[in-house]
């Protein structure tokens, strides 16, 4: 199920609490695009990536649960263990190719995925009405007759294109146990057109397709699974790690021990002063771990090469990832991911588990737009009720940021 919302404020007021959004900007200046001199990714400190986890953990596990996973952790994490040797393992994966997980990732979150690649992985966009006189129209906004793209920006570093080729020349192609990729950018011959289908007709268009798939949004869907599903689920943001050189995505574990004491005492209509200090240190925190993904230190695309690290190297999967704290932390039952343009547009995609919800937003100057999507087959989870749920939150939250009369 696919639900649509549109939240708007209803009135700015003076003292206006703003929140850090990351937009993606396009240079002005034309620049070699698809070859851009980001840096590479770095691997984290293991020690950090370790420590993080367990912080991640704590809003979501009992205290007994915890200590377990601690001492499993621990014994990963110490000086000559297993942990350091697949650490250096990665170190050297890092050294010698040009992005130590993205290939990993790749191969395991995508080829190897045998579920159909709409809704699972392939997003959706609604973009805004176009009139066109005709189809001949339609293929002429999509034409570009310059082969470099300016380069983008995020909070003033340059994103990495090197993935934009491989959006005009590459094919998935199937596969008994995993899909590859064919890619033909490297051919002696440019490729010179695109195949577009339509109404069932295939054709040829020589012409490129290009296709261009916080802190206070992701508090609201969080709650809303304290709201209506009395738990603090296991739930991630999307972050971009295109500041690097082959980057793809890491994971912003929303639930924090901040955000978790600020939901808690968010119902709680009598104690304004002390839930907006609630708020400002859940939002302090939730941009804290935003910071360190944007540097390349986020801990889950770490522990997922940890992991198989391990079994490119003919060992056993670690206990910390057979661990059953692993598995609750990594099913994923809310996912969002903000996605920013200048139009109001609003892009959606599935859930990462069966009992799970997808929120994509899209902030604009004064509205919100968001696309909540759930499985039908799940009986616990309904798109409606969460977007109905989280209007009301947003609304909530927008009375406790009003300035007192």
Not at 109 to 135: F, T
Not at 213 to 236: D, G, I, Q, W, Y
Not at 264 to 282: G, H, P, Q
């Amino acid at each position: 199920m696919l639900f649509l919302l549109t939240f708007s404020p209803r009135r700015v007021t003076k003292r206006e609490t703003r929140f850090p959004v990351s937009f993606v900007q396009v240079s002005p200046r034309q620049e070699p695009c698809f070859y851009s001199t980001v840096p590479p990714q770095p691997v984290p400190p293991l020690t950090q990536t370790l420590q993080g986890y367990l912080r991640a953990l704590e809003p979501l596990l009992p205290p007994e649960e915890l200590n377990h996973t601690r001492r499993m952790v621990q014994e990963f994490g110490r000086p000559g263990g297993l942990g350091q040797q697949l650490q250096e393992g990665l170190e050297r994966r890092a050294r010698l190719t040009k992005n130590w997980v993205s290939d990993l990732w790749v191969q395991w979150a995508y080829l190897e995925s045998r579920q159909p690649l709409a809704v699972h992985s392939n997003p959706a966009i609604s973009l805004p009405r176009r009139d066109y006189n005709d189809w001949r129209s339609q293929l002429l906004l999509t034409h570009n007759e310059q082969l470099e793209l300016p380069v983008e920006y995020m909070r003033g570093k340059p994103l990495c294109m090197e993935l934009y080729p491989l959006l005009f020349s590459s094919s998935r192609i199937p596969g008994p146990k995993h899909d590859y990729v064919a890619r033909y950018s490297n051919s002696r011959r440019s490729p010179t057109h695109i195949t577009v289908v339509r109404n069932y007709q295939v054709g040829r268009a020589g012409a490129w397709l290009f296709l261009c798939a916080n802190a206070a949004v992701c508090l609201p869907p969080v709650t809303f699974s304290c709201r209506v599903h009395s738990e603090v689920c296991p739930a991630c943001d999307i972050a971009s790690q295109r500041m690097f050189r082959g980057g793809r995505t890491e994971y912003i574990r929303s639930p924090t021990n901040q955000a978790l004491k600020f939901i808690l005492a968010f119902d709680d209509r009598t104690v304004r002063e002390a839930k907006l200090e609630l708020l400002r240190e859940a939002v302090d925190a939730y941009s804290e771990l935003t910071a360190q993904a944007l540097r390349g230190h986020g801990i889950d695309r770490h522990l997922l090469g940890l992991k198989l690290q391990a079994i490119e190297e003919g060992l056993s999967i670690p206990k910390i990832f057979m661990d059953t704290a692993y598995g609750l932390a990594t099913h994923w039952k809310l996912r969002t991911g903000q996605v920013p343009t200048n139009t109001d547009s609003v892009m959606c995609f599935g859930p990462l588990v069966p009992d799970g919800y997808a929120v994509c937003y899209n902030p604009q100057a004064d509205h919100v737009h968001f696309a909540v999507t759930a499985f039908n087959c799940c009986e616990e989870t309904n798109a409606e009720t969460m977007a109905r749920t989280l209007k009301e939150t947003l609304c909530d939250l927008q009375e406790l940021l009003q300035p007192t009369v």
